[in-house]
């Protein structure tokens, strides 16, 4: 389930003005933080819980259909986490997925664990709290579910570094009914699937999904090569094309298939109290799919042996604060009626500014010459050779700097298709040196000059909208919501 659902649903949601007031809100953020029209930071939660936005169990029979197991299954922890940035005036608009199981330091004092916890501690603590002042019931559920909320809130603020103006969550059914509302969604699979688990059953290529099909394609973990980071990448590509779908003219203006996006909205979408949900849609509404990107915050470690709460993923927040204000000047640089750069400026990677960058390649993807073969690549672009070798076997590829290499890092990064850059104190000063793991899908000697971060790697779609190539979070350039994107 993925929770940037919420947004888009709202845009519909918005022009609909007469049906606002039906949606459940939740005093969660404080009112003096809430903007309705100007620069926007939206933490947007999908809750891995059995009941509707009033508190309600789903029918077993629903459930089910999602193979979510029984009602008294699942919890309140948060399956999914997305930060979404809408600059003020125009711009790119970018969505920021913070993997579940990422080990932080969660607010209100307790301590270091996932992520995903954060909501699930401020629940159980406010109810056990407002039980000992004889709150009960609905009142006691409403209360403690706003705790929640408000500790995850607090506790992504204070790892991102962005202050957080509104709030949105979906439950377990919104997903499904969501993507019935629009009619389907478009997606495209490198390869056919199958998973007990999730339910997900899918060909290779490009198809049409919805309902219980959608909910699969975007919980399907098992059977993915990197897991639970490939499922981000499956939401992401997921949910751009829900997006490329929802801002077109047919769904926006089509009576029937708004009032089923307002029905949605009603039974799975909770909300901060005092948005001024007419006065976002109007400011999503100008927004084009390609102003809309969705990208992975930087990943150190995904398989981090934690104390007491088992495998979980380690990031390191200044790296993560870095990559998101970074990005969000960049696309902010960039206005929505910008014309695209000139040939000239486009192939300025070759240009003198990179020979003065010295990069060697370190190969940890037993994967025998790419290290020559990802140099060379790099050379063709311009840049100085600085030699290959080995390293130890790793994943995620990554692009190294010693003190005083930050920008010869990132030329290297984003002529590698957009990898991750850090700092690393075992460097030298101005040292570059780039790390591939087995998941490297950027460009080589053999690709030469690709600037999407690698090949398709798969089936082709079988549809009319365009696809792009995928490769792992961390690893690949943004996917934006003008097409239909290609994944494991």
């Known amino acids: 389930m993925l929770a940037i659902a919420s947004a888009i649903t709202l845009i519909a949601v918005g022009i609909a003005w007469n049906a606002t007031s039906s949606i459940t809100t939740e005093n969660v953020i404080d009112p003096s933080a809430q903007n309705s029209t100007g620069e ?10 059995r009941t509707d936005a009033q508190g309600n169990p789903l029918p077993q029979s629903l459930l089910d259909q999602l193979h979510a ?16 940035h809408i600059p003020q005036g125009g711009g790119k608009a970018a969505a920021f997925s913070i993997p579940r199981d990422s080990y932080v330091q969660l607010a209100g004092g307790y301590g270091k664990h996932k992520i995903n916890s954060a909501y699930t501690y401020g629940q159980v603590a406010a109810t056990k ?15 403690a579910d706003a705790a929640g909320a408000q500790n995850a809130v607090h506790t992504v603020q204070d790892f991102t570094g962005l202050a957080i103006n509104h709030f949105a969550s979906v439950n377990l ?13 478009p997606v495209c699979l490198k390869a056919a699937v199958h998973d007990s688990y999730s339910g997900a059953n899918f060909p290779a290529g490009q198809q049409t999904i919805q309902g ?110 870095q990559f998101i204000s970074g990005t969000i000047a960049a696309q902010g640089a960039t206005p929505a009626t910008a014309a695209p750069p000139p040939a000239s400026a486009a192939n300025s990677n070759t240009g003198a500014n990179n020979a003065k960058v010295t990069a060697e390649v370190l190969n940890g993807s037993g994967k025998t010459g790419l290290a020559s073969k990802v140099l060379n690549a790099l050379t063709g672009k311009g840049f100085t050779g600085g030699g290959t ?38 460097l030298a000063a101005g040292a570059v040196h780039v790390l591939l793991g087995t998941s490297y899908s950027g460009p080589t000697s053999d690709t030469g000059s690709s600037s999407g971060g690698g090949s398709s790697g798969g089936s082709a779609s079988t549809g ?12 690949t350039p943004a996917i934006t919501a003008d097409g239909v994107t290609c994944v494991d």
């Open 40 to 49: 926007q930071n939206i933490l947007l939660v999908g809750l891995d819980n």
């Open 69 to 84: 197991g029984g009602s008294s299954d699942g919890g309140d922890n948060t399956d999914t986490m997305i930060l979404i």
């Open 173 to 185: 059914a919104g997903f499904y009914s969501i993507s019935n509302a629009v009619g389907g969604v």
């Open 389 to 426: 070798g080995n390293t130890a076997p790793r994943t995620t590829s990554v692009v190294e700097y010693g003190s005083g290499g930050s920008a010869g890092a990132q030329q290297v990064a984003a002529a590698l298709g957009g990898l991750t850059t850090q700092s690393s104190s075992s």
């Open 212 to 321: 219980a099909a959608a909910l699969a394609f975007v919980r399907q973990r098992h059977g993915l090569p990197l897991g639970d980071i490939d499922r981000i990448r499956r939401q992401q590509a997921f949910m751009a094309s829900m997006a490329h779908t929802l801002l077109s003219a047919g769904v926006l203006t089509d009576p029937a298939k708004l009032g089923n996006l307002v029905n949605a909205a009603k039974q799975s979408i909770t909300i901060d109290q005092g948005w001024d949900i007419f006065s976002f849609a109007q400011q999503m509404e100008s927004m084009s799919g390609g102003n809309i990107q969705f990208q992975t915050i930087p990943i150190v470690n995904e398989t981090y042996n934690t104390p007491s709460d088992g495998d979980a993923v380690e990031v390191n927040p200044t790296q993560v604060q």
């Open 464 to 475: 009319s909208a365009p696809t792009s190539s995928s490769a792992p979070a961390g690893a």
């Open 129 to 143: 709290s407002l039980k000992a002042q004889g709150v009960s019931g609905a009142q006691l559920a409403v209360q």
